[in-house]
């Protein structure tokens, strides 16, 4: 057990201190768990696994068709809310403090991050969530303002947005990956729900923002901070003409593998066993094999998916003007 937790955690941080905190014992007492001269109890290791969100099949032989998935259940209160973001922003932060780092991302949708980097389009994104998605009643009667915001939600999210600029990442988009953004911004206006009319304007504005900000590190090969600073972070982008079905993300941190699959509109769940990952992997490579690149390659490719986002966002816009 010792060896698969110690894969699951950055070098900088103590194993001890984190044995002996879940385990509330004395360090001597974790020293001796980790040198095996103590045993762990059972108590105990379900206690370890809990917390570095290891499955205890893990542990053992790999059981048949049985694979464990962790999500972190949100509620529809903002406090609920804001505990399921912070959740969020502490996985991505983690992943960001392994010396190897690598996300793949097969994004039936826009990836969440890139909302993360514009505070109106982030804004829009938790209140339609908590509205239409959680149903939760103290919205219920409210339409979405640009002047109202929850600024712990942003904070997180600009966080979040940051370490996933230090992560090294690949993405496979389709032309339909902005799609859900603009369906949600359509079906909000189409029920007035807009306070007003510069509301949707500044929503528009912001993911017209984020497709040329996604555009310039397809250009670079290259992540871009909130702050629009430039990183040496690598970054790759597919474009695939084959339909993905669902959020899919592949993390490798250290030699050890992750798989996040989306569910409820903006959710995760994950999964760390070896069979499950192995098959996405292959899942994926055969993608990517499938798909063109056009980060710094492709540049005809690359020009022509763009200037169809551009003119989606402009169909939109006429869209709002008509109705």
């Not at 190897?100 to 804004?123: C, G, V």
């Not at 938790?126 to 149903?135: E, G, H, P, T």
């Not at 359509?186 to 007003?196: D, I, T």
């Not at 992997?281 to 022509?304: D, F, P, T, V």
Request: charged content about 25%; proline content about 3%; overall charge negative.
């Amino acid at each position: 057990m010792v060896e698969i937790i110690r894969k699951q955690m950055p070098e900088s941080i103590s194993l001890s201190a984190e044995v002996s905190r879940i385990l509330q014992v004395s360090h001597d007492s974790a020293y001796r768990r980790l040198r095996c001269e103590t045993a762990f109890s059972l108590d105990e290791i379900v206690l370890v696994c809990r917390d570095f969100q290891v499955p205890i099949e893990t542990l053992t032989d790999f059981i048949g068709d049985v694979i464990s998935f962790r999500h972190k259940p949100v509620g529809n209160s903002l406090e609920e809310f804001t505990t399921f973001l912070t959740y969020f922003f502490s996985q991505i932060n983690t992943i960001s403090k392994f010396d190897s780092r690598e996300i793949i991302y097969a994004a039936e949708d826009i990836p969440i991050f890139h909302h993360y980097a514009f505070p109106q389009l982030s804004n829009f994104k938790f209140f339609y969530w908590r509205k239409a998605i959680l149903n939760d009643e103290t919205l219920q009667n409210q339409q979405f303002s640009t002047s109202v915001s929850e600024p712990q939600l942003l904070e997180l999210a600009r966080k979040a947005n940051e370490a996933y600029s230090e992560v090294k990442t690949a993405e496979i988009w389709t032309s339909e990956t902005v799609t859900s953004s603009i369906q949600q911004i359509k079906f909000f206006w189409e029920a007035g729900l807009f306070e007003k009319r510069c509301d949707i304007d500044q929503v528009i504005d912001e993911l017209e923002m984020l497709i040329k900000n996604f555009q310039k590190q397809c250009d670079l090969g290259l992540k871009i901070k909130p702050d629009g600073m430039v990183t040496q972070t690598p970054f790759t982008c597919y474009l695939s003409d084959l339909m993905i079905g669902n959020n899919c993300v592949l993390v490798k941190t250290n030699g050890n593998k992750t798989t996040f699959i989306s569910y409820n509109t903006f959710c995760f769940m994950n999964t760390r066993n070896p069979e499950f990952n192995h098959s996405n992997e292959l899942w994926i490579n055969n993608l990517m094999s499938k798909s063109n690149q056009i980060s710094r390659n492709g540049e005809k490719i690359r020009i022509q998916f763009f200037k169809a986002l551009h003119r989606k966002v402009a169909e939109l816009r006429k869209f709002v003007e008509d109705n």
